[in-house]
């Protein structure tokens, strides 16, 4: 299984109209049918550069499936964001390969 994680600073001052943007924008991209689940997070670091930074993890059902979410679809799905946010907005995109999974369930 591969993770395609996104991290984004975003300006504190478009931080809760990016936040709301992105809880829709998220919907969006799993409906493209490349991906089995998503999560938002927060990373908890204070930035040099300020702002607020968030990691969105999306879990592609196979290497071929983020390929194809590459070539149809990310590129448009991309443009709204760039269009809203342009210079209040900086993401960073990072494949991963899950190895192995753990878990455990105390009771």
Known sequence: ???YNVTVNIDDSVHSEWLGWIKEHIPQVLATGKFTEA??????????????TYSIQY???????LNQYYQ???????????????????????ELEIIDEYSVNFK
């Open 72 to 94: 149809q679809d990310a590129e448009r799905l991309r443009q709204d964001g760039l269009k809203r946010f342009a210079d209040k907005m900086l993401a960073f995109r990072t």
């Open 39 to 52: 999560k938002l997070s927060k990373v908890l670091v204070e930035e040099e550069m300020g702002g607020q």
């Open 1 to 3: 299984m591969i993770i």
């Open 59 to 65: 879990k592609a059902h196979n290497r071929e499936a």
